[in-house]
T-cell receptor
Framework: DQQVKQNSPSLSVQEGRISILNCDYT??????FLWYKKYPAEGPTFLIS?????DKNEDGRFTVFLNKSAKHLSLHIVPSQPGDSAVYFC?????????FGQGTELSVKP | KAGVTQTPRYLIKTRGQQVTLSCSPI?????VSWYQQTPGQGLQFLFE???????NKGNFPGRFSGRQFSNSRSEMNVSTLELGDSALYLC????????????FGPGTRLTVL
């Protein structure tokens, strides 16, 4: 039973445009969510997080939106850059344990 | 501030052997978690240690074990290796808070032949 789902395995975006990565979860008890970026053969790099008491959090080009009623969160990257090409994982935190989605591979084309 | 370090980076073992992986957390971080990444299962939580005690455990068999030392460094051990244990093993550290960002090391790539 997958509690955190990223239904799009891949996404291709033109440089300068917006990238929107989506994530759904099933457990309403999750109260903290994170996004990580990962390159092959490296560990995930923390990008941005959001607590369930908020519906939006921004950090530079990255914004995470949380819709608790829909159990959905999304990561917006504006403007997208070729260096953003990587696999993006959303994760829910449950008492110190991260539950990850399967990842979405983002490709930003020049 | 130095990041999370893991040793070794690559390891090749044969079925039936055992292996020990090491992780040094970011200075000041007291929580260390371990994850396994495989193509089929994605990133899965193994266990978490805080102040030398296992605080959280994932759904892995008892062949997977770990420990944490007083300086917060952690080791994980896999006994009686199986082919399916081939994976990238990632260590992450965080401050003491139960909810918070975890910072990952580069991982140890284990190949079981």
């Amino acid at each position: 039973d997958q509690q955190v789902k990223q239904n799009s395995p891949s996404l291709s975006v033109q440089e300068g445009r917006i990238s929107i990565l989506n994530c759904d979860y099933t457990n309403s008890m999750f109260d903290y969510f994170l996004w990580y970026k990962k390159y092959p053969a490296e560990g995930p790099t923390f990008l941005i997080s959001i607590s369930s008491i908020k519906d939006k959090n921004e950090d530079g080009r990255f914004t995470v939106f949380l819709n608790k009623s829909a159990k959905h969160l999304s990561l917006h990257i504006v403007p997208s850059q070729p260096g953003d090409s990587a696999v993006y994982f959303c994760a829910a935190s449950q008492g110190g344990k991260l539950i990850f989605g399967q990842g979405t591979e983002l490709s930003v084309k020049p | 501030k130095a990041g999370v370090t893991q040793t070794p980076r690559y390891l090749i073992k044969t079925r039936g052997q055992q292996v020990t992986l090491s992780c040094s957390p970011i200075s000041g971080h007291r929580s260390v978690s371990w994850y396994q990444q495989t193509p089929g299962q994605g990133l899965q939580f193994l266990f978490e240690y805080f102040s030398e005690t296992q605080r959280n455990k994932g759904n892995f068999p008892g062949r997977f074990s770990g420990r944490q030392f007083s300086n917060s460094r952690s080791e994980m051990n896999v006994s009686t290796l199986e082919l399916g244990d081939s994976a990238l093993y990632l260590c992450a550290s965080s401050l003491a808070l139960a909810e918070g960002e975890q910072f990952f090391g580069p991982g140890t790539r284990l190949t079981v032949l």
